[in-house]
């Protein structure tokens, strides 16, 4: 995936006002999630009451973009919020608007957001770029990438540096390590491409890509 333009996204400072918002109103901007960090993070909401949760959204508020409709697209937090819509259809979260834009339907809203860098359009399989208007219009609809899934575990491990203002960052990550020989694996068996995984993404041939960490 040859990305060679993005806005990076604003993060939530003083200057973007805080907004509480239901998550089944929010359009993804990607087609896929790795599923291994949604049942991961459905774990630890799990153990959370809701006034927990909403607490601790609010400190990981969604950078939004909006049309002159009201539509509201998320630029981020695809995996938690999937998670939290699966266990509560009703669930709210909160957010910032990070651009306004002019456009009154949604395939011209798409293409602004194209055009900054901020779709991901390529599937599960990591076939793409797709069209902009293939892009599901609800996060429950987002196909598993396994491949991203594996990314989230190798971030755990501190093996990759997150980059919070890099759109898509772990997705950058997942379309190299599939030019990589890896062995079979699945988002809920990530274990038999881990030790692979481990040694190519601390690895030189790595060197070029955002979070790069190089240990050993």
Not at 5 to 32: S, W, Y
Not at 39 to 56: A, M, P, T, V
Not at 169 to 188: I, K, N, Q, V, Y
């Amino acid at each position: 995936m040859h990305l060679t333009h993005f806005d990076r996204i604003p993060d939530h400072d003083g200057e973007h006002d805080l907004f509480e918002v239901k998550v089944r109103a929010l359009q993804p901007t990607q087609m896929c999630v790795g599923l291994a960090e949604v049942w991961s993070r459905q774990r630890d909401f799990g153990e959370d009451s809701k006034s927990e949760r909403l607490s601790y959204l609010r400190g990981k508020p969604v950078p939004l973009v909006r049309n002159r409709q009201g539509q509201l697209w998320m630029v981020d937090r695809h995996h938690r919020l999937r998670a939290l819509l699966e266990m509560d259809a009703d669930v709210s979260t909160y957010g910032y608007v990070i651009a306004e834009l002019e456009s009154v339907n949604r395939n011209d809203a798409l293409e602004a957001l194209q055009h900054r860098g901020w779709l991901y359009l390529h599937d599960g399989r990591g076939n793409g770029p797709w069209a902009p208007s293939d892009l599901p219009t609800s996060l429950l609809d987002l196909q598993d990438d396994p491949y991203r899934s594996l990314v989230w575990k190798l971030k755990k491990e501190r093996l990759i540096k997150p980059q919070p203002l890099i759109p898509y960052h772990e997705f950058r990550w997942g379309s190299w390590l599939r030019t990589r020989p890896l062995p079979p694996f699945s988002s809920a068996q990530l274990e038999p491409a881990l030790p692979a995984a481990r040694r190519l993404c601390q690895s030189s041939a790595a060197r070029h890509l955002a979070g790069w960490t190089g240990n050993s």
